[in-house]
């Protein structure tokens, strides 16, 4: 999601968009390095800027309410130890956290963040307080989303906007933060359902809460059309569901063309379970065929030890930042997921032509390839039919790969920068004058008479003045 991010806020600059800013709301103490980092790399690109709730809060100074709510005011002491930049209070267990203090860089009190206002020492009830330069109480709410919805509005400082809502867990809070002249968009990078069935299953607890309540947003954007039927079929009416994919760099043309062996693969994922690394590492056992699974994960040391029992076939390379730039080395690239939004590396491999080999799940690959012409779509789940998949593509002749990948190619460039950024902007424009629409023109005569009255009344004017 993250790359996704990144890379649609360089090409919002790219095409002339001015003050893109990527906002986060965690408290974390390594903001400046990260920025520094990314834009070492060339992810963040100049013309966007990265701004962080608490670090932004640190470099202002609130003006103060006439009388902050101060009930529930109760600063940790010098007792609580300081770890990076806050003071934490933890119940009896040991593990729910009832108080954060977050502090200046001088050490004075920036926010207090108490959670046990109903009954102290149980979890129940919030007060939140931000604090002026020297530690004084200057402004209050009842919930952090109260926080966050001050924090907006000072952002825009009475300016119109459009937000668009990546993180699915910012996303119940922005479906409360409604202004006449901000455009709110959810963009849904995964599957709405749990599992791999469409498009009847109960909504991932993550997702419920926020697509009970769709009609909160001005827009909602998911990456492919089947997921957006489906929503519709399990909603009902969801005007405001468009599609818009991510989009990925394209490499060069000659990359995809570049022949490569057809018994060499290629995994780009998180080593977790859902990603069902450990299907196609079964896919390839006494196949001759290698796989190089580049990632980490919780999931690392088990497939460490699945990998070593297929004798020197798949190796687990860990994480690189070249990873991507392997693609035009290798013949496939497999993926074998519960579930998907739109997979930017089948698009990245096909744009370098390494045909993609993918379960059919919800939601991505079925979008993007078209079975046995620019890639292999095998039933989810099904170990043998993705050792069959890999064992057809390496009977294919030259000339067949060649086609493939031409095709492949094909497929990638729909998905380039340029392209997606154009559906950007004429979604976004559509919406914005969905909400805000532009006043009519008068007609000529309106504008006549207008006109007409305007000459008028300054010589009425000055003849009621001469008498």
């Not at 990144?6 to 919002?12: A, D, P, T, V, Y």
């Not at 009832?98 to 009830?125: A, N, T």
């Not at 990078?189 to 909160?216: I, N, V, W």
């Not at 070249?322 to 693609?327: E, F, I, N, P, V």
């Amino acid at each position: 999601m993250t790359r996704a991010v990144l890379q649609r806020s360089r090409n919002f600059v790219r095409s002339g968009v001015t003050g893109v800013e990527v906002l986060t709301f965690d408290e974390f103490e390594g903001y400046d390095r990260v920025g520094a980092e990314l834009r070492g790399t060339g992810e963040l690109a100049d013309g966007v800027s990265l701004v962080n709730l608490w670090d932004w809060l640190r470099a202002s100074t609130p003006v103060a309410d006439a009388a902050p709510d101060v009930t529930a005011f109760a600063p940790l002491g010098s007792d609580v130890p300081i770890v990076g930049r806050t003071r934490t209070r933890l119940a009896a267990d040991g593990t729910t956290v009832l108080q954060v203090d977050h502090l200046r860089d001088d050490g004075s009190l920036l926010v207090s963040d108490r959670r046990d206002v109903d009954e102290p020492g149980i979890h129940g009830g919030r007060s939140v307080v931000l604090c002026d330069a020297a530690g004084r109480p200057a402004k209050s709410w009842g919930s952090i989303w109260g926080l966050y919805r001050f924090w907006l509005d000072a952002l825009r400082a009475g300016e119109p906007a459009i937000m668009i809502v990546d993180s699915k867990t910012s996303a119940r809070f922005m479906a409360t933060y409604r202004r006449r002249d901000v455009l709110t968009v959810h963009v849904v990078h995964g599957s709405h359902l749990q599992g791999d069935e469409r498009p009847f299953a109960p909504l991932r607890a993550t997702r419920a809460e926020t697509f009970q309540s769709l009609e909160k947003f001005d827009r909602v954007v998911v990456l492919s059309s089947r997921q957006r039927d489906d929503i519709r079929l399990l909603l009902g009416a969801t005007p405001n569901v468009i599609v818009v994919p991510v989009s990925i760099d394209l490499p060069r043309a000659a990359d995809a063309r570049r022949a490569r062996p057809m018994t060499s693969g290629i995994i780009l994922s998180s080593l977790i379970a859902r990603k069902r690394v450990d299907h196609a590492i079964e896919a390839v056992r006494g196949s001759g065929v290698t796989l190089d699974v580049y990632g980490t994960g919780v999931e690392s040391s088990r497939l460490a030890e699945l990998a070593q029992t297929t004798g020197g076939l798949v190796h687990l390379r860990g994480h690189d930042t070249q990873a991507r730039s392997r693609l035009a080395d290798h013949g496939f690239l497999a993926l074998a997921s519960v579930s998907e939004g739109l997979p930017l590396v089948l698009t990245e491999a096909m744009a370098a032509g390494c045909i993609p080999i993918a379960y059919d799940v919800p939601y991505g690959p079925a979008d993007i390839i078209t079975d046995r012409v620019d890639g292999l779509l095998v039933k989810s789940g099904d170990v043998s039919g993705l050792r069959d998949a890999i064992a057809w593509l390496g009977e294919r002749s030259d000339r067949e790969l060649r086609v493939m990948r031409r095709a492949a190619r094909l497929t990638a460039e729909q998905y380039g920068g340029e392209a997606v950024t154009r559906r950007w902007l004429v979604e976004l424009t559509a919406a914005w004058t969905e909400k805000v629409p532009p006043k009519p023109r008068r007609s000529l005569v309106t504008r006549a008479r207008s006109r007409v009255r305007r000459t008028v009344r300054p010589l009425v004017a000055r003849v009621r003045a001469s008498h």
